[in-house]
């Protein structure tokens, strides 16, 4: 009984990986990006605009010490030194808090720029879902922001939402999405709140829902909350969305039937958006300065 | 590019929209802020630019609601100093 309490159903998948096709050595330009957010810590590094390894890892309660350990991570086995990256940025929630980084850019700029790389030079519309915030984006095809919205203000419509769920629920956090797929949708719980959120679900279950159902409600709402954010910013195709909750197919799949839109199939971890962003513009900014 | 700042909650929208294409970094906004809302710094959103433009502060960003409040009687008519001294009309509120 012991163990399945203290079993942590928010606890995502980390992951690290490295390029088989390229070498570092002949690479002439080596830069990276590390997008210290509020619930997971990635760091890319990128050779010639190409991505070499990166780490995607949970962020503990000191900033350096996330960035410092997810880079050792990405760096790991590869020989490649921390010293031979010429141009690191750091984004996210922590950005001026990563040691070795030259400059700090904001996320909005490093998501458009990762989504672009990602899903290609067609993304209009860019909707980021992170750990504790939500940003609409709209950017041309360089990838370049024409427009943003952010809502900050709380957790609702977040990934730390859905790790609530996931925890009250004891449901993993990866499979979350699939089991919230009913045949019949029921009416979402409060959009505005988790905690309300929350103490609704609490509510539901008593009266004899089953999880499939509450987790329904609870995607359904979510999806709704991002969806206001959106079409205040106005959707144009191609639309993607970064960020953890991308893997959440409960999520994604009711943003696309409110919107009418199709969201591509991740090809990379949609979580790596903002550290893949921020490489490229390290490796944008060594162009910049030699052209000088 | 449309820059807002602001936020949604259970009050409602409130956002105020920098259109940065139209903004030429004057400065003349943050001057008419008796709120100090609003600053003039390089462009954070396009990295690889080095005009300024204005934006709301960190510190205003989310409570400006409140922070507006004083430049938005209930009756009459609503003349925001930010929105006068704009010349080339960048600046926009949602409510």
């Known amino acids: 009984m012991a163990n399945s309490e203290s079993k942590e159903y928010w606890r995502w998948t980390e992951s690290r990986w490295t390029n088989p096709d390229l070498d570092w050595k002949n690479g002439e330009i080596i830069s990276a990006g590390v997008d210290v957010g509020s619930v997971s810590t990635q760091s890319v590094v990128m050779v010639d605009g190409e991505i070499y390894c990166y780490a995607n890892m949970r962020t503990g309660s000191d900033s350096p010490d996330s960035a410092n350990k997810s880079m050792k991570w990405a760096l790991d086995g590869t020989e490649l030194p921390l010293d031979n990256i010429e141009y690191a940025v750091g984004t996210g929630y922590g950005r001026v808090n990563v040691p070795f980084a030259k400059r700090a850019i904001t996320e909005i700029a490093c998501h458009a720029r990762g989504a672009n790389f990602m899903y290609g030079p067609t993304i209009r519309t860019v909707l980021d879902m992170g750990g504790q915030d939500c940003k609409a984006i709209r950017c041309d095809h360089r990838g370049k922001v024409t427009a943003f919205l952010m809502n900050d203000k709380c957790a609702a419509g977040t990934g730390r939402g859905m790790e609530v769920f996931a925890d009250l629920l004891q449901v993993h956090i990866n499979e979350v999405g699939q089991m919230s797929l009913v045949d019949e949708e029921p009416e979402p719980v409060s959009s505005t709140c988790v905690v309300f959120a929350k103490s609704e679900a609490v509510a539901l279950l008593r009266k004899g829902w089953s999880k499939d159902n509450v987790l329904a409600a609870y995607c359904g709402a979510m999806a709704h909350r991002v969806v206001t954010l959106l079409e205040r910013l106005g959707v144009e195709d191609d639309f993607a969305i970064t960020g953890g909750i991308a893997k959440n197919i409960g999520v994604v799949s009711r943003i696309e039937k409110e919107l009418k839109v199709t969201a591509p199939e991740p090809s990379i971890d949609p979580q790596l958006a903002g550290a893949i962003g921020g490489a490229l513009f390290g490796k944008a900014l060594v162009e910049k300065a030699s052209k000088k | ?95």
Request: hydrophobic content about 30%; proline content about 7%; aromatic content about 6%.
């Open chain 2, 1 to 95: 590019m449309k820059a807002n700042y602001g936020y949604k909650d259970g009050s409602g929208e409130f956002y105020i929209t920098i259109d940065t294409e139209l903004c030429d970094g004057c400065t003349r906004c943050v001057e008419a802020c008796p709120e100090k809302v609003l600053e003039v710094v390089e462009n954070e959103l396009d990295p690889l630019a080095e005009e300024l433009v204005a934006r709301v502060t960190d510190e205003h960003r989310k409570k400006i609601k409140y922070s507006c409040a004083p430049c938005k009687p209930t009756t009459g008519p609503i003349n925001l100093p930010c929105v006068q001294s704009c010349e080339p009309g960048a600046i926009s509120h949602s409510w």
